[in-house]
C-alpha cells in the first residue's frame, strides 16, 4: 500500500517560492507525526521539516525563516511552503514519518531544483 503521495516540485530561480503536496494515508496522518525529508545529489537524506499530529512544528536550521510545514486534515494532506528558495535547496524531497522507528517505504518523491 502506498502511504505518502508527493507532488509540486519543479524548477525555480534562487528566491522563488514552491509548495509541496504530501498526501497521506488516512491512518498515516491521523495517527503519525509527520515530517519532509530531501536527499540532494550525492548527498544522505535528511529531515527539513516536521509536524505532529496536534501542529507542532520543527525545522532544520537552514530552512528556518523560509520554510512552512502545515497539515490539512481535511485532505490528508502535509504541506511545504518553501520560500526564498536556495540553489543548495536543490534535491528530491520525500516525505514520511518523523519518528525513524516508524518509517514506511519511501514514495518517489518530488525533484525541486533551483537555478538560474
Known amino acids: 500500500q502506498v502511504e505518502f503521495v508527493e507532488s509540486g516540485g519543479g524548477l525555480v530561480q534562487p528566491g522563488g517560492s514552491l509548495r509541496l503536496s504530501c498526501v497521506a494515508s488516512?491512518?498515516?496522518?491521523?495517527?503519525?507525526?509527520l515530517a519532509w525529508y530531501r536527499q540532494g545529489p550525492g548527498k544522505q537524506r535528511e529531515l527539513v521539516a516536521g509536524?505532529?499530529?496536534?501542529?507542532?512544528?520543527d525545522y532544520m536550521d537552514s530552512v528556518k525563516g523560509r520554510f512552512t510545514i502545515a497539515r490539512d486534515s481535511a485532505k490528508n494532506t502535509v504541506f511545504l511552503q518553501m520560500n526564498s528558495l536556495k540553489p543548495e535547496d536543490t534535491a528530491v524531497y520525500y516525505c514520511?514519518?518523523?519518528?525513524?522507528?516508524?518509517?514506511?517505504?519511501w514514495g518517489q518523491g518530488t525533484q525541486v531544483t533551483v537555478s538560474s
Open positions: 514520511n514519518t518523523q519518528e525513524a522507528r516508524d518509517f514506511r517505504p
Open positions: 488516512s491512518i498515516m496522518f491521523r495517527f503519525y507525526s
Open positions: 509536524v505532529t499530529t496536534y501542529g507542532a512544528t
